[in-house]
């Protein structure tokens, strides 16, 4: 089995593209089903990511696996993305570039935290889902574990960009007083809560909210937002100056001629409309209108370029970090995986066994010789490869496992 991987990103297409190809639960489901119909035992789990920068798949399975995979996740979630925008990698690439992502050194604003939190919450999805398997989750601890170094040994943290942080400095660099503008938010997940936070911090209290589900967003103790439901949108848009957009939506909620009509009744007064969704919240034909200034999140991450002299200084040495920690990792996880299938195997083995064989087991000075030339006698060639394996390993490790199949017998 090989981790390997396959997505799109910042890099390989724009947003129009990747709202194309989201991960959610309800489509992570699907695929496991269809992509389990389809490749059966050549995947042993996978799990998905979608941020406002990318979407990837993670995969152990059958070395190479991972361009059937695409294949079938294309057919399945019915993508027409050109094929040429996917990217793969394997093996210890892989697991790299999954660092690289969690850390946020791969993300289009450099060094960005938020990420960290949504790679980790993938993984919990998957489990929750029972998509990800053992072997895969040992992956993706191990990625957090580096993670968490390279923020930690590093500064690539200090002073943390965030998409939240990028709304309000579009906010503050178009507005000379954004604490006299009426801001509306639109949705009430994490990226609201941070948004609003953030502009809640930087003296901003004027802030209304519509989400489909009525519940209060608590900031602190002195600062809550009660949302609107969302029927009542186009009214909260005709006093919005600022709108800043962050729901789960597969179409928009804000159409081009909702906002004409709001801005009849503003009697033009300009509106700004920033939209941190993919897929996305906001009708991009609204950038056409002459007083409406949309801002898609590709747009504001390409405006701020705060302080990235010393975020690539700081990336380049997170970097370091991880390449180096990888390749432990890997060696690592590579030899728990197979003693594992060594230990698996031994204890099938042993269970054919007589008594009386167990019983000359128990006696022998060189045990993993006689377990080899046993099994060759028998024509056990699963176990006797396996043992062959083993050779890099220390001398008593197959007498452990024999003592804990004896212990357990």
Sequence with gaps: MELQLFGINHKTSNVSEREQFIINDS?????????????????????????????????????????????????????????????????????????????????????????????????KSAQDLKIIKPRLLA????????????????????????VSGLSFNLVKNIFEKPEEQNILIVGAGSLAHAVIKNLFKNGIENIRAVNRNIREIVISDEFKVMPASLEKLHDELEVADIVIASATTDLPLIGKGAVENALKLRKNKPMLLIDLSVPRNIEEEIKNIEQAYLFSIDDIEKITQDNFGQRSIEAEKALNIIVIESQVAIREL?????????????EEFLNSLSEEEISRFKKAEDLKQMITNLAIIKSENNITTRIAELESLESHVIESMFKRYIDNA
């Design 139 to 162: 992956y993706s601890d191990k990625v957090i574990e580096i993670v968490k170094k390279a923020r930690t040994k590093t500064e690539i943290g200090l002073n943390p960009l965030s």
């Design 334 to 346: 590579d030899k728990k995986f197979l003693k594992d299938s060594i230990n698996k195997h031994l």
């Design 27 to 123: 489509n992570q489901v699907l695929l496991h089903s269809f992509l389990k119909e389809r490749l059966g035992s050549k995947i042993d789990s996978f799990f998905g990511i979608s941020t406002c920068n990318r979407t990837e798949i993670y995969i152990l399975g059958d070395p190479g696996i991972a361009k059937s995979v695409l294949r079938e996740t294309r057919e399945c979630l019915n993508i027409s993305i050109d094929a040429k925008n996917f990217y793969f990698l394997f093996d210890q690439d892989a697991f790299i570039h999954m660092s690289k992502v969690a850390s946020g050194i791969d993300s289009q604003v450099l060094g960005e935290q938020e990420i960290f939190g949504q790679f980790k919450k993938a993984i």
